[in-house]
């Protein structure tokens, strides 16, 4: 069963306020991960793989290209670290691009906080509002998105529509 995310991106020239107000909130410090997320030659959505010192999984996702809170039906299978594994998905689908990132992982409820240093990108904010059981709902899930736009200063400029990984391909591609 996938979980329901409303998720946002956002560049973000201000690590040190969002800290300071998630502090201000509360937030649980999950901790630094660096992580590589190599994504595979998928028909539809985007499978990666991701390896890190905190998170590793083989996630699949599938949400429009749109600014601002957006609807994110992701399938997460929790993988061990395992080469073979990598070699498996790049030997049968390819590979498409690799992400390497640090990222700082914050909570507050069911709300994760990412503070991102992505290699050849620069510094973002994501915010995901997580419905694991279906209990809380889509609308609820955009509000909480919303309001912590408005809580970080996130305009709409600021607001990025697309993934790491694409962001990458189109920086490759001139």
């Given at each position: 069963?996938p979980?329901?995310?409303?998720?946002?991106?956002a560049?973000?020239?201000a690590?040190?306020?969002?800290?300071?107000?998630?502090?201000?909130?509360?937030?649980?410090?999950?901790?630094?991960?660096?992580?590589?997320d190599?994504?595979?030659?998928?028909p539809?959505?985007?499978?990666?793989?991701?390896?890190?010192?905190?998170?590793?999984?083989?996630?699949?996702?599938?949400?429009?290209?749109?600014?601002?809170?957006?609807?994110?039906?992701?399938?997460?299978?929790?993988?061990a670290?395992?080469?073979?594994?990598?070699?498996?998905?790049?030997?049968?689908?390819?590979?498409?691009?690799?992400?390497?990132?640090?990222?700082?992982?914050?909570?507050?409820?069911?709300?994760?906080?990412?503070?991102?240093?992505?290699?050849?990108?620069?510094?973002?904010?994501?915010?995901?509002?997580?419905?694991?059981?279906?209990?809380?709902g889509?609308d609820?899930l955009?509000?909480?998105?919303?309001?912590?736009?408005?809580?970080?200063?996130?305009?709409?400029?600021?607001?990025?529509?697309?993934?790491?990984?694409?962001?990458?391909?189109?920086?490759?591609?001139?």
């Amino acid at each position: 069963m996938p979980v329901l995310n409303i998720e946002i991106k956002a560049r973000s020239a201000a690590h040190e306020a969002i800290r300071a107000r998630l502090a201000e909130d509360g937030a649980r410090f999950v901790g630094e991960d660096h992580q590589v997320d190599t994504y595979f030659d998928v028909p539809r959505g985007r499978l990666k793989l991701r390896e890190g010192t905190i998170e590793n999984a083989l996630i699949f996702y599938d949400r429009a290209d749109e600014a601002g809170p957006k609807r994110s039906d992701i399938w997460l299978y929790r993988a061990a670290p395992d080469p073979a594994l990598k070699a498996l998905l790049t030997a049968a689908l390819g590979v498409r691009v690799v992400v390497d990132k640090r990222r700082e992982i914050y909570f507050i409820d069911n709300v994760k906080f990412h503070l991102d240093r992505v290699e050849g990108l620069g510094t973002f904010v994501e915010i995901e509002a997580i419905d694991e059981t279906g209990a809380i709902g889509p609308d609820r899930l955009r509000a909480q998105c919303e309001y912590y736009l408005r809580r970080f200063g996130i305009g709409p400029d600021d607001l990025v529509s697309v993934s790491y990984s694409d962001l990458l391909e189109r920086q490759a591609a001139g």
